[in-house]
Protein backbone atom coordinates (compact mmCIF):
# COMPACT_ATOMS: atom_id res chain seq x y z
CA UNK A 1 0.00 0.00 0.00
CA UNK A 2 2.04 3.08 -1.57
CA UNK A 3 2.01 6.25 1.65
CA UNK A 4 0.24 9.21 2.08
CA UNK A 5 1.57 12.12 3.61
CA UNK A 6 -0.69 15.37 4.04
CA UNK A 7 0.85 18.63 4.38
CA UNK A 8 -1.53 21.64 5.65
CA UNK A 9 -0.26 25.12 4.79
CA UNK A 10 -2.01 28.49 6.28
CA UNK A 11 -0.49 29.68 3.08
CA UNK A 12 -2.50 27.71 0.77
CA UNK A 13 -6.43 29.00 0.35
CA UNK A 14 -8.24 27.07 -2.00
CA UNK A 15 -5.71 24.70 -4.55
CA UNK A 16 -4.72 21.51 -3.60
CA UNK A 17 -1.54 19.97 -5.46
CA UNK A 18 0.37 16.74 -4.91
CA UNK A 19 3.50 14.99 -6.07
CA UNK A 20 5.26 11.43 -5.63
CA UNK A 21 8.77 11.01 -4.03
CA UNK A 22 9.42 7.41 -4.76
CA UNK A 23 6.64 5.60 -3.07
CA UNK A 24 5.39 8.29 -0.63
CA UNK A 25 2.90 10.22 -2.43
CA UNK A 26 2.67 13.60 -0.99
CA UNK A 27 -0.64 15.72 -0.59
CA UNK A 28 -0.55 20.00 -0.17
CA UNK A 29 -4.06 21.08 1.38
CA UNK A 30 -5.59 23.93 2.83
CA UNK A 31 -5.20 24.37 6.79
CA UNK A 32 -8.84 25.36 7.00
CA UNK A 33 -9.79 21.69 4.70
CA UNK A 34 -12.13 19.13 7.10
CA UNK A 35 -11.39 15.91 6.77
CA UNK A 36 -13.81 14.73 5.10
CA UNK A 37 -12.58 17.27 2.07
CA UNK A 38 -9.00 16.24 2.69
CA UNK A 39 -10.19 12.32 2.07
CA UNK A 40 -11.95 13.31 -1.00
CA UNK A 41 -8.94 15.44 -2.04
CA UNK A 42 -6.40 12.99 -1.42
CA UNK A 43 -8.41 10.65 -3.26
CA UNK A 44 -8.43 12.60 -6.23
CA UNK A 45 -4.49 13.49 -6.32
CA UNK A 46 -3.85 10.01 -5.96
CA UNK A 47 -6.08 9.05 -8.43
CA UNK A 48 -4.60 11.89 -10.65
CA UNK A 49 -1.07 10.67 -10.00
CA UNK A 50 -1.88 7.08 -10.88
CA UNK A 51 -3.39 8.24 -13.95
CA UNK A 52 -0.69 10.26 -15.14
CA UNK A 53 1.68 7.60 -14.39
CA UNK A 54 -0.63 4.86 -15.98
CA UNK A 55 -1.01 7.06 -19.22
CA UNK A 56 3.30 7.49 -19.50
CA UNK A 57 2.99 3.38 -19.91
CA UNK A 58 2.47 0.69 -22.63
CA UNK A 59 -0.90 0.88 -24.73
CA UNK A 60 -3.74 -0.42 -22.97
CA UNK A 61 -3.65 -4.67 -22.83
CA UNK A 62 -5.98 -7.14 -21.65
CA UNK A 63 -3.11 -8.11 -18.86
CA UNK A 64 -3.17 -4.14 -17.80
CA UNK A 65 -7.31 -3.78 -17.78
CA UNK A 66 -7.09 -6.61 -15.17
CA UNK A 67 -4.13 -5.13 -13.02
CA UNK A 68 -5.98 -2.09 -13.14
CA UNK A 69 -9.34 -3.53 -12.22
CA UNK A 70 -7.66 -5.70 -9.14
CA UNK A 71 -6.11 -2.49 -8.30
CA UNK A 72 -9.72 -0.17 -8.43
CA UNK A 73 -11.56 -3.82 -6.47
CA UNK A 74 -8.96 -3.57 -3.48
CA UNK A 75 -9.31 0.64 -3.16
CA UNK A 76 -13.23 0.77 -3.97
CA UNK A 77 -14.90 -2.66 -3.75
CA UNK A 78 -13.31 -4.68 -1.45
CA UNK A 79 -16.53 -6.63 -1.37
CA UNK A 80 -16.07 -8.17 -4.60
CA UNK A 81 -14.99 -11.22 -5.67
CA UNK A 82 -12.13 -11.66 -7.76
CA UNK A 83 -13.54 -11.61 -11.63
CA UNK A 84 -12.02 -14.56 -13.33
CA UNK A 85 -11.35 -12.19 -16.32
CA UNK A 86 -11.36 -8.82 -17.72
CA UNK A 87 -10.54 -7.67 -20.58
CA UNK A 88 -11.28 -5.55 -23.76
CA UNK A 89 -13.81 -6.54 -26.42
CA UNK A 90 -14.51 -4.92 -30.07
CA UNK A 91 -18.47 -6.43 -30.11
CA UNK A 92 -19.88 -4.02 -27.39
CA UNK A 93 -21.53 -1.01 -29.68
CA UNK A 94 -24.35 0.54 -27.36
CA UNK A 95 -22.36 -0.67 -23.61
CA UNK A 96 -19.17 0.80 -22.82
CA UNK A 97 -18.95 -2.52 -20.40
CA UNK A 98 -20.85 -5.62 -19.12
CA UNK A 99 -20.70 -7.82 -16.60
CA UNK A 100 -21.77 -11.75 -16.30
CA UNK A 101 -22.01 -12.30 -12.30
CA UNK A 102 -22.28 -15.79 -12.72
CA UNK A 103 -18.97 -16.52 -14.45
CA UNK A 104 -17.25 -13.53 -12.69
CA UNK A 105 -16.19 -11.89 -16.28
CA UNK A 106 -16.11 -8.66 -17.12
CA UNK A 107 -16.01 -6.81 -20.55
CA UNK A 108 -15.15 -2.87 -21.46
CA UNK A 109 -15.55 -1.44 -24.94
CA UNK A 110 -12.37 -1.02 -26.76
CA UNK A 111 -14.21 2.69 -27.75
CA UNK A 112 -12.85 2.91 -24.10
CA UNK A 113 -9.10 2.50 -24.95
CA UNK A 114 -8.39 6.10 -25.79
CA UNK A 115 -10.70 7.71 -23.25
CA UNK A 116 -9.29 9.43 -19.88
CA UNK A 117 -7.77 6.67 -17.48
CA UNK A 118 -10.77 8.50 -15.03
CA UNK A 119 -13.08 7.63 -17.30
CA UNK A 120 -11.81 3.79 -17.82
CA UNK A 121 -11.75 3.60 -13.88
CA UNK A 122 -15.68 4.55 -13.39
CA UNK A 123 -16.41 2.32 -15.63
CA UNK A 124 -14.86 -0.93 -14.04
CA UNK A 125 -15.62 0.44 -10.90
CA UNK A 126 -19.29 0.23 -12.22
CA UNK A 127 -18.82 -3.24 -13.42
CA UNK A 128 -16.99 -4.97 -10.33
CA UNK A 129 -20.13 -3.19 -8.49
CA UNK A 130 -22.29 -5.25 -10.33
CA UNK A 131 -20.28 -8.59 -9.10
CA UNK A 132 -21.97 -7.36 -5.89
CA UNK A 133 -24.73 -6.00 -6.90
CA UNK A 134 -26.53 -6.78 -9.94
CA UNK A 135 -28.95 -3.96 -10.15
CA UNK A 136 -28.85 -0.33 -10.28
CA UNK A 137 -30.85 0.03 -7.00
CA UNK A 138 -29.52 2.11 -3.82
CA UNK A 139 -27.05 0.23 -2.91
CA UNK A 140 -25.25 -0.21 -5.89
CA UNK A 141 -25.03 3.56 -6.25
CA UNK A 142 -23.30 3.96 -2.33
CA UNK A 143 -20.76 0.97 -3.85
CA UNK A 144 -19.90 3.19 -7.40
CA UNK A 145 -20.01 6.93 -5.60
CA UNK A 146 -17.21 5.39 -3.73
CA UNK A 147 -15.02 6.25 -6.50
CA UNK A 148 -14.13 10.32 -6.43
CA UNK A 149 -14.88 10.95 -9.88
CA UNK A 150 -17.47 9.04 -11.28
CA UNK A 151 -19.65 11.65 -11.99
CA UNK A 152 -17.58 13.49 -13.91
CA UNK A 153 -16.54 10.47 -15.87
CA UNK A 154 -20.37 9.59 -16.09
CA UNK A 155 -21.20 12.78 -18.05
CA UNK A 156 -17.89 12.59 -20.32
CA UNK A 157 -19.27 9.15 -21.15
CA UNK A 158 -22.76 10.80 -21.72
CA UNK A 159 -21.07 13.64 -23.70
CA UNK A 160 -19.50 11.11 -25.71
CA UNK A 161 -22.38 9.39 -26.63
CA UNK A 162 -24.65 12.24 -27.21
CA UNK A 163 -22.19 13.94 -29.78
CA UNK A 164 -21.81 10.11 -31.62
CA UNK A 165 -25.71 10.18 -31.92
CA UNK A 166 -25.25 13.34 -33.68
CA UNK A 167 -22.97 11.88 -36.16
CA UNK A 168 -24.16 10.78 -39.80
Excluded at 89 to 98: D, E, F, I, K, L
Amino acid sequence: MPRIEVRRSARRTRTVSARREGDLTIVMIPATMSAREERRAVDEMVAKLDARERSRRAPRSDEALARRAAELAARYVPEAPEPASVRWVTNQNTRWGSCTPVDRTIRLSHRLQDMPDHVVDAVLVHELTHLVVSGHGPRFDAIVRRHPRMDEAMGFLEGVTWQRRREP
